[in-house]
Every structure is written in C-alpha cells, then in structure tokens.
C-alpha cells in the first residue's frame, strides 16, 4: 500500500514538473530568452565578458591577458559582432541610448562616476542586479552587484548600445 502511493506521488511529480517545464517559463526565463532575442549582441557579450572572469587588470588593456573596464566592454562587443566600439567609458557613455534601471537586460551597460561628476567606469550588466567589469590595477575581471554601497553611491547611469 505504502510502496503504490509513492509510486502514484512519484509519477504526479513526474507529470507536473514535465507539464511546468513545458508549459509557461518562470517570468525572469521569459524575459532573459526575450532580451537574447531582442539583443543578441548583448547576450553574446555577456557570455564573453563572464568567461573573461579572473583575467588580470591591464590599463588600455584589450584582450584576455588584460583589460581595462571599457577594453573588456569593446573586447566583448566585438566579439558579439559589434566592432569598432570607443575604447573610454566616456565615449561608450555618449553613444549609449540612456535606459532607466528599470529596464536593464543583459548586455546594457553600467556607467559610474568614481570621481567627480565624470564618468570614469564602465560595466557590462549580466542580471540579477549584477555586472562584470575590470575594476583597477592589481585586480581582476569580476562580477559584482550594483546595489553594493560602493557601486550604488557611484552609478551614473545605464545605457544601450544599440545596433
């Protein structure tokens, strides 16, 4: 008797997890395969700008044996298919078509104000409130949240880079 009603809630699992899977997406899967799909750049540079993860700090740096934070940003891009992109975070500030927060998606970009009022930093946005970027010297490329006091009490603005 035991044995059958697992059997039953086994196979009930079974057919729900196969119905949920194939059935509606969780919201942030939709809307994740949804901005792939409008944005494919984007998409393709945050898989290259994450895989650069632990490459080392380079000032002007451009490539895997070191990068600077814009130099990860033009690296990634023109790997997605995206060449020829400005190699300062100011200049990729300018040509990126301002988003609020709000409608971040993977691939936007993060500009920060590290001292000043001028944009001195840029990242790539991966999701869940987090970005990849190659911070300073001695360091490493990383993934960081946005919402970290550091980061927050420096953010500018986000922008699109659009095709």
Known sequence: MVRTALLIASA???LLGCAGSSG???EESTARRSAAALHPAGDLAVRTAVSMI???YRYGGA???????SGLVV???ARAGRPGLPQSASELERIAKPI???ELEPGDLLF???SRKKTSHVGIYVGDRTFVHAPSSGKRVERVRFDHVY????LGRAGRLTP
């Open 112 to 114: 920060f104000q590290l």
């Open 63 to 69: 490539s895997p044996s070191g990068f600077d934070c």
């Open 151 to 154: 980061w927050s009490r420096h």
């Open 12 to 14: 009930v699992a079974l």
């Open 24 to 26: 509606s997406l969780p």
């Open 100 to 102: 609020s927060l709000d």
């Open 54 to 56: 632990g490459a080392p």
């Open 75 to 77: 690296y990634s891009y």
